[in-house]
């Protein structure tokens, strides 16, 4: 902040010099041209010095940084997003599981559990409630034939 600070000051110093040598030293003439350019020039240099005076190791250090924090936010993204993406995979399979249980006039919780695999599916289930074993076939064989889960990936308890 101290550095802005610096910088506007020395902006508004050249200006005001420019200013009173302009008005006492004319603004017409051999001489008033002259001034009226070299008060461009220093008005130039006093907006332009900052830019002169900066360090290119100082820009690449910045830009590494930048680079280190994308990079670690992308990471941070793609995470959330796989987790999101799991957590609804989880849910649409419970909802499916809990739908055809309700068909066959069974109430269940169901525990949904995911493949490490590449994309995500799951990969095994566990089932509690109170179910008679006609409809306990039934639903096995449901979640074996539409989701694929084998049925000794399926856990019933209760």
Same mark, same amino acid.
């Given at each position: @902040?101290?550095?802005?600070?610096?910088?506007?000051?020395?902006?508004?110093t050249?200006?005001?010099?420019?200013?009173?040598l302009?008005?006492?030293?004319?603004?017409?003439?051999?001489c008033?041209?002259?001034?009226k350019?070299?008060?461009?020039?220093v @008005?130039?240099?006093a907006v332009?010095s900052?830019l002169?005076?900066?360090q290119?190791?100082?820009?690449?250090?910045?830009?590494?940084?930048?680079s280190?924090?994308?990079?670690?936010?992308t990471a941070?993204?793609?995470?959330?997003a796989? &987790?999101?993406?799991a957590?609804i995979?989880?849910?649409?399979?419970?909802?499916?599981?809990l739908?055809k249980?309700?068909?066959?006039?069974?109430?269940?919780?169901?525990?949904?559990t995911l493949?490490?695999?590449?994309?995500?599916a799951?990969?095994?289930v566990k089932?509690?409630?109170?179910i008679s074993?006609y409809? &306990?076939?039934?639903?096995?064989?449901?979640?074996?034939r539409d989701?694929?889960?084998?049925?000794?990936?399926?856990?019933?308890?209760g």
């Amino acid at each position: @902040m101290e550095s802005v600070r610096e910088y506007l000051l020395g902006v508004t110093t050249a200006a005001l010099c420019c200013g009173i040598l302009t008005t006492i030293l004319g603004k017409k003439g051999m001489c008033g041209s002259t001034v009226k350019f070299l008060c461009g020039i220093v @008005m130039i240099l006093a907006v332009v010095s900052p830019l002169l005076n900066l360090q290119l190791s100082n820009l690449q250090g910045a830009f590494h940084d930048l680079s280190l924090e994308t990079g670690a936010v992308t990471a941070f993204g793609q995470e959330t997003a796989l &987790k999101e993406y799991a957590d609804i995979i989880k849910g649409r399979t419970a909802a499916y599981i809990l739908d055809k249980a309700e068909s066959l006039g069974a109430e269940l919780t169901v525990e949904v559990t995911l493949c490490d695999e590449e994309p995500l599916a799951p990969c095994g289930v566990k089932l509690s409630g109170a179910i008679s074993p006609y409809a &306990k076939k039934v639903l096995s064989d449901t979640i074996v034939r539409d989701l694929g889960i084998d049925a000794e990936e399926q856990i019933w308890t209760g």
